[in-house]
């Protein structure tokens, strides 16, 4: 997929199933038919869904339809709850402001819904995302309609990590290292042109090969944690004491510049250190 600038022109894919094509964060349509990068990543086109949006890598997070996220209450109104969404790098007084209604709960009534204290930490799913409004949150997935992981988070720590971080967290890590191994081939190449060859770029490549979630793989084959991870930035993290918990936050942030293979190894390490 091509990597984009803000302003860079944008040719929308031939539609197979000649459905209307859906544009997603980072992209601008000017009517007629122009489509216009408004930020720097890559071009990510789901053929299945008509979708085409831009993935990149920055710290500011804008609330998207189906994310989930973590949120912070600030407090309660009349029929919802108005909470922060920080960003990898904002904390939360300064963030973006959400609504998340009282009855925004698996099988929530007036008398059964969660009552959210100012201050708790929350795992949402944004509902609705409008440029002209305030973004909405539920605590429920949209296709079973049970919690399916979101509600109040007790307990635990929060740690941030880079938005292209947390989309790798949660699966989406085959095509973000893609991007950095093109780069690195296209590299390649152009020293092999110049007679430049270093045998070992290959190898260093291949370190690479890995779905950027080995980190929270690795843990938790060595470890017992709990962990829910939001798109915006931030990753909440409970384990057995502080020392673990602080332990895989540290993971986290070193997992993000190394490769597959040495991720495991730093994790092996961090383990190892912690039991003593």
């Given at each position: 997929m091509p990597l984009l600038l803000p302003g860079d022109p944008v040719i929308a894919p031939a539609s197979q199933k000649k459905q209307q094509l859906k544009l997603g964060p980072g992209l601008t349509h000017t009517p007629p038919d122009n489509i216009v990068a408004h930020k720097a990543g890559e071009l990510i086109i789901d053929t299945r869904k008509n979708v085409i949006w831009v993935e990149g890598n920055g710290?500011?997070?804008?609330?998207?339809?189906?994310?989930?996220?973590?949120?912070?209450?600030?407090?309660?109104?009349?029929?919802?709850?108005?909470?922060?969404?920080?960003?990898?790098?904002?904390?939360?007084?300064?963030?973006?402001?959400?609504?998340?209604?009282?009855?925004?709960?698996?099988?929530?009534?007036?008398?059964?819904?969660?009552?959210?204290?100012?201050?708790?930490?929350?795992?949402?799913?944004?509902?609705?995302?409008?440029?002209?409004?305030?973004?909405?949150?539920?605590?429920?997935?949209?296709?079973?309609?049970?919690?399916?992981?979101?509600?109040?988070?007790?307990?635990?720590?929060?740690?941030?990590?880079?938005?292209?971080?947390?989309?790798?967290?949660?699966?989406?890590?085959?095509?973000?290292?893609?991007?950095?191994?093109?780069?690195?081939k296209t590299a390649r190449k152009e020293r092999e042109e110049a007679g430049m060859t270093d045998a070992g770029d290959a190898e260093k490549e291949e370190e690479w090969e890995g779905t950027g979630a080995e980190v929270l793989e690795e843990l938790g084959r060595l470890i017992s944690f709990e962990c829910a991870v939001g798109r915006n930035g931030k990753v909440w993290v409970e384990a057995e004491d502080v020392k673990s918990t602080l332990m895989v936050g540290r993971c986290l942030a070193a997992a993000e510049s190394l490769g597959a293979e040495e991720t495991k190894d730093m994790v092996r390490r961090e383990v190892r250190a912690l039991q003593g």
């Open positions: 710290r500011r997070y804008t609330p998207t339809h189906a994310d989930p996220i973590i949120v912070t209450v600030l407090r309660g109104s009349a029929d919802a709850y108005i909470c922060a969404i920080p960003s990898s790098s904002s904390p939360a007084p300064s963030s973006v402001q959400a609504t998340l209604p009282h009855l925004a709960f698996p099988n929530a009534t007036k008398k059964t819904r969660p009552i959210l204290a100012p201050g708790a930490v929350v795992y949402a799913r944004v509902s609705l995302a409008n440029k002209h409004m305030d973004p909405e949150l539920e605590c429920f997935d949209a296709e079973s309609g049970k919690a399916m992981g979101f509600g109040e988070l007790k307990g635990g720590m929060v740690f941030s990590v880079s938005l292209g971080m947390a989309r790798r967290l949660l699966g989406d890590g085959n095509r973000m290292r893609g991007v950095w191994k093109r780069e690195q």
